[in-house]
Nanobody
Framework: QVRLVEFGGGLVQAGGSLRLSCAAS?????????MAWFRQAPGKGREFVAA????????TYADSVKGRFAISRDNAKNTVYLQMNSLKPEDTAVYYC???????????WGQGTQVTVSS
């Protein structure tokens, strides 16, 4: 099983930027694996944010973050990143890193990191 640890959350003003990191350990990731970011705002369900394929770097995004967020990975460091720009108060949530055997099904989750955007 893959173990995931997130870093980089915090408090930022609207319009600002943050970069989240997620380090994976436990087994070697292969080219078919997918890594993703989800988020959960207070009182709401967990929602998909972005995903990336470990091998080819194919990316997908939720419409709400397209053009503002960018997911990337460093295969050598077994780390995935989420660069978040032009942050809005509605981006406030706990952000979770996830791993799966594809880009659409995820079975391992990190503990989450809080992102708070003040208006």
């Amino acid at each position: 099983q893959v173990r995931l640890v997130e870093f980089g959350g915090g408090l930022v003003q609207a319009g600002g930027s943050l970069r989240l990191s997620c380090a994976a350990s436990g087994r070697t990731l292969n080219s078919y694996d997918g890594m993703a970011w989800f988020r959960q705002a207070p009182g709401k369900g967990r929602e998909f944010v972005a995903a990336i394929s470990w091998g080819g770097g194919t990316t997908t995004y939720a419409d709400s973050v397209k053009g503002r967020f960018a997911i990337s990975r460093d295969n050598a460091k077994n780390t995935v990143y989420l660069q978040m720009n032009s942050l809005k108060p509605e981006d406030t949530a706990v952000y979770y890193c996830a791993h799966g055997r594809s880009m659409t099904s995820f079975g391992s989750w990190g503990q989450g990191t809080q992102v708070t955007v003040s208006s």
